[in-house]
């Protein structure tokens, strides 16, 4: 599993956090072989931050598939 976070203040992210909540709602009832697929949510807020911790299924990043790859394998054919 992976886990992703988001940390806005409650006093001047307003419009952030209410896109964060959507988004994740969206995502976990969203189902589609080519998007994340959502786990679970939470929300915690302490002393004028929300945290919302948003938990998928395993990621790797890019970079690292990339230096996994065999050398070569990413140029184009002419």
Known sequence: MSIFKFV???D???A???TARNGAKRLKTMRHPNIL????TLEME???ELTIYCVTEPVMPLEEHLK???TGTLNPKP
């Open 12 to 14: 001047s992210d307003k």
């Open 46 to 48: 302490s002393g004028g």
């Open 16 to 18: 952030r956090i209410a």
């Open 8 to 10: 806005g203040s409650t």
């Open 37 to 40: 697929h959502m786990k679970e």
């Open 68 to 70: 996994d790859l065999p």
